[in-house]
């Protein structure tokens, strides 16, 4: 069997490396631009969902929410009916980064693709989201405290 997800370890090991170096400058700590694209792609999501959709458990969400707060990349707001409810948006600080954090990304998109066909990438993307579909299941199911039968 082929290490696929050893060669999909490396790839993001390699560009979260890249993207913490480079956003040093915008005192972005370790995977924190992560959080602050979302939040600005997705204003008002609240910590549950965005611990989700980043695929990290709430306590580690929580830490990097804080920091991103403390940082004035984002702030909480209550929830209009439901004040327990706290929504993420990001400040103007925030706002400033995102196109150059996105820039970032689409240029590590096109270096990653460089000789890739229209149908290839298609293609890539398709067998991509089906292994992280997988994965969600077993993911889930640790999550909730469970172990996996190897």
Not at 14 to 22: G, T
Not at 34 to 54: D, F, H, S, T
Not at 55 to 76: C, N, P, Q, Y
Request: net charge positive; aromatic share 8%.
């Amino acid at each position: 069997m082929k290490e696929i997800l050893r060669e999909i370890g490396m790839i993001a090991r390699a560009l979260d490396s890249i993207s913490n170096i480079e956003f040093k400058e915008f005192d972005l700590t370790k995977g924190q631009y992560l959080y602050l694209v979302r939040i600005c792609e997705n204003p008002g999501i609240i910590q549950e969902k965005l611990a989700e959709m980043i695929k990290v458990d709430r306590t580690t969400a929580a830490r990097a929410i804080k920091k991103l707060e403390m940082s004035g990349f984002i702030e909480k707001k209550a929830d209009s009916h439901n004040k327990k409810i706290k929504k993420l948006y990001p400040t103007e600080k925030g706002n400033q980064v995102y196109p150059f954090i996105k820039r970032e990304n689409d240029y590590s998109n096109s270096v990653a693709l460089a000789g890739f066909t229209d149908e290839e990438m298609e293609t890539i993307h398709d067998l991509l989201q089906r292994v992280r579909k997988n994965v969600e299941v077993d993911w889930e199911y640790v999550k909730k405290g469970n172990k996996r039968d190897y």
